[in-house]
Nanobody
Framework: QLEESGGGLVQAGGSLRLSCAAS????????MGWFRQAPGKEREFVAL????????CYADSVKDRFRNRRDNDKNTVYLEMNSLKPEDSDVYYC????????????????WGQGTQVNVSS
C-alpha cells in the first residue's frame, strides 16, 4: 500500500515536497516512480529512483528542478519540486515496481491514491 501526501497550491516559482509512504517491509526491493496525470490524459512519467537509490531518472520537463530521493529506513520516497510552473499542475502518483524501474506506468504493480498539485501563475 502506498500513500502520497504533500500536494497543494503554490505560486509559480515556489516549491513543494511530495512524500510517498509504503507499508511493505520489502520496500527496499522496489523501484519507485513518480507520475502525473491530467484529466482525460495518460499518466506521464516524472521521475524514478532505483531500489538501491543509486539510479535516478527524470523527465526532461522536470530535470534540474525536481529531486527524487528515498529513505528505506522510513519506507518513504520524496519528490522535491522546485521552480514550479503552472504546467506542473496535475495529480501526482507514486508507483512501486519490484526491482528494476520503468518509464511505463503499466509496469508498476502498486499505486497510491494521488495528490493534487496546483501551481498558480
Amino acid at each position: 500500500q502506498l500513500e502520497e501526501s504533500g500536494g497543494g497550491l503554490v505560486q509559480a516559482g515556489g516549491s513543494l515536497r511530495l512524500s510517498c509512504a509504503a507499508s511493505a517491509r520489502t520496500f527496499s526491493s522496489y523501484s519507485m516512480g513518480w507520475f502525473r496525470q491530467a484529466p482525460g490524459k495518460e499518466r506521464e512519467f516524472v521521475a524514478l529512483i532505483g531500489w538501491r537509490a543509486i539510479n535516478t531518472c527524470y523527465a526532461d520537463s522536470v530535470k534540474d528542478r525536481f529531486r527524487n530521493r528515498r529513505d528505506n529506513d522510513k519506507n518513504t520516497v520524496y519528490l522535491e519540486m522546485n521552480s514550479l510552473k503552472p504546467e506542473d499542475s496535475d495529480v501526482y502518483y507514486c508507483g512501486a515496481k519490484y526491482f528494476r524501474g520503468s518509464y511505463e506506468p503499466g509496469q508498476y504493480g502498486y499505486w497510491g491514491q494521488g495528490t493534487q498539485v496546483n501551481v498558480s501563475s
